[in-house]
């Protein structure tokens, strides 16, 4: 099956510690994007990539970090300096090559809680 | 001034009726635009893609666009109960072809 994974399904977080969110993706989409979305909230962008070894600060990149070695991985750290994490964290991935550009495609979300 | 805006809503219809769902942004030359619908604690899902000025339509929805104006809108035909959710709306940004923002959505209710 094509799709974009992101594990864990549920993340519980302690005080000052760092977690990292994994995303996947098998429909060869260059571009990956990283949102976080707060109950009764849109989305905002954390990070996105276009291209592996690449990547670029959204609104809120402060407290986060990414990298993209592989084309098909775009994993999320919330390192300690993040003061608020709980919230509802969502990858997708859409195709770099279009125009106009095309729509993209979510995972099923990773759901963080600070405890 | 938000990039994207919709009213939160939310926005309660009968079963049968229409529901029209609104949008306006900021960046003139934005190219691409698209509805997404959420379910409570779900991932949003793609309605509909809408790319050049005017009506486009997949079954009971239809996208509606006016660059001039910055608006979009979405319409349910026919609104069912399982229609009730979030619905976002999303622009691609110029300066950068694949950097796309979301409005805050509207939360419809469709009642029997």
């Known amino acids: 099956d094509g799709g974009i994974t992101q594990s864990p399904k549920y993340l519980f977080r302690k005080e000052g510690q760092n977690v990292t969110l994994s995303c996947e993706q098998n429909?060869?989409?260059?571009?990956m994007y990283w949102y976080r979305q707060d109950p009764g909230q849109g989305l905002r962008l954390i990070y996105y990539?276009?291209?592996?070894?690449?990547?670029q600060k959204g609104d809120i990149a402060e407290g986060y970090s990414v990298s993209r070695e592989k084309k098909e991985s775009f994993p999320l750290t919330v390192t300690s300096a993040q003061k608020n994490p709980t919230a509802f964290y969502l990858c997708?991935?859409?195709?770099?090559?279009?125009?106009?550009?095309?729509?993209?495609?979510f995972g099923q979300g990773t759901r963080l809680t600070v405890v | 001034q938000k990039e994207v805006e919709q009213n939160s809503g939310p926005l309660s219809v009968p079963e049968g009726a229409i529901a029209s769902l609104n949008c306006t942004y900021s960046?003139?030359?934005?190219?691409?635009f698209f509805w997404y619908r959420q379910y409570s604690g779900k991932s949003p899902e793609l309605i509909m893609s809408?790319?050049?000025?005017g009506d486009k339509e997949d079954g009971r929805f239809t996208a509606q666009l006016n660059k001039a104006s910055q608006y979009v809108s979405l319409l349910i035909r026919d609104s069912q109960p399982s229609d009730s959710a979030t619905y976002l709306c999303?622009?691609?940004?110029?300066?950068?072809?694949?950097?796309?923002?979301f409005g805050a959505g509207t939360r419809l209710t469709v009642k029997p």
């Open positions: 990539s276009q291209i592996v070894n690449d990547f």
């Open positions: 960046d003139r030359v934005s190219q691409s």
């Open positions: 997708a991935s859409s195709i770099v090559v279009s125009t106009p550009p095309g729509e993209a495609f």
């Open positions: 809408i790319y050049s000025n």
């Open positions: 999303a622009v691609t940004i110029s300066y950068n072809n694949n950097d796309m923002r």
């Open positions: 429909l060869n989409h260059d571009a």
